[in-house]
């Protein structure tokens, strides 16, 4: 599966850097000497991310090919994600090799949904994102059988579910907490609306009751 061969990737690495790229998807022209770029001025406890475009079709002359586009260290990743939405892809990210050569397991090979954002959230508890807003790489929507177009989330992932207990230990007083506790709110809402459309109403309002513990907004509203 595609976690066990990233993860044979990353073992098998020999740069300093990691970058990932699916086979249905793009690099622009820029993308990897902007990742260099960002990992010179930041070379320790970082890990590096491009915006991305989602597409159905070709992407030539939509990719940004500036190599000098500006970047910033992110404040908090869990509140950016929280405001903006997902905000970058697997494809969009670079990691340094050293941290991930020294982590036991990247990619959980168990999971079948948000393996790779699971590697993402547990990389922002313990380094910083630096962010590149320019839409460097291409993520392909349309394909048949991909993970994006079969999943659905009639049960909480366990990417949510392994946030949410990290969340819950961190001190009170941490910004990151709320703010990730939330993306675990956004994603019951998930649960509920496919609950819905199964027409299993009961189960639907246990989700948003879960959801509610964290964040109510206006999705949870128009849900209820």
């Not at 001025?41 to 970082?46: A, D, F, Q, R």
């Given at each position: 599966g595609v976690s066990r061969a990233r993860n044979t990737g990353i073992a098998a690495a020999r740069g300093e850097l990691v970058c990932f790229l699916d086979a249905d998807d793009w690099?622009?022209?820029?993308?990897l000497e902007v990742m260099v770029n960002m990992y010179r001025?930041?070379?320790?406890?970082?890990f590096f991310s491009s915006s991305f475009l989602c597409m159905e079709?070709?992407?030539d002359g939509q990719l940004d090919t500036d190599v000098d586009a500006n970047f910033f260290a992110l404040d908090n990743f869990y509140e950016y994600q929280a405001a903006h939405g997902v905000f970058y892809c697997t494809n969009s990210i670079a990691v340094p090799r050293s941290t991930l050569q020294s982590m036991p397991m990247c990619f959980p090979e168990d999971d079948h949904f948000g393996e790779d954002q699971d590697l993402w959230f547990r990389l922002a508890d313990r380094l910083q994102l630096i962010f590149c807003p320019a839409k460097l790489v291409a993520y392909r929507m349309d394909v048949a059988g991909s993970l994006c177009?079969?999943?659905?989330?009639?049960t909480?992932?366990?990417v949510y579910s392994r946030l949410e207990q990290r969340a819950l230990q961190w001190s009170a007083s941490d910004r990151s907490r709320r703010a990730a506790l939330r993306i675990v709110a956004y994603a019951y809402v998930g649960v509920a609306r496919y609950a819905l459309q199964d027409g299993r109403r009961t189960d639907a309002f246990t989700a948003l009751r879960l959801a509610a513990r964290y964040a109510v907004s206006m999705r949870w509203l128009a849900t209820l």
């Open positions: 690099y622009g022209v820029a993308f001025h930041y070379p320790e406890g970082s079709e070709a992407v177009a079969v999943h659905d989330m009639r909480l992932p366990q």
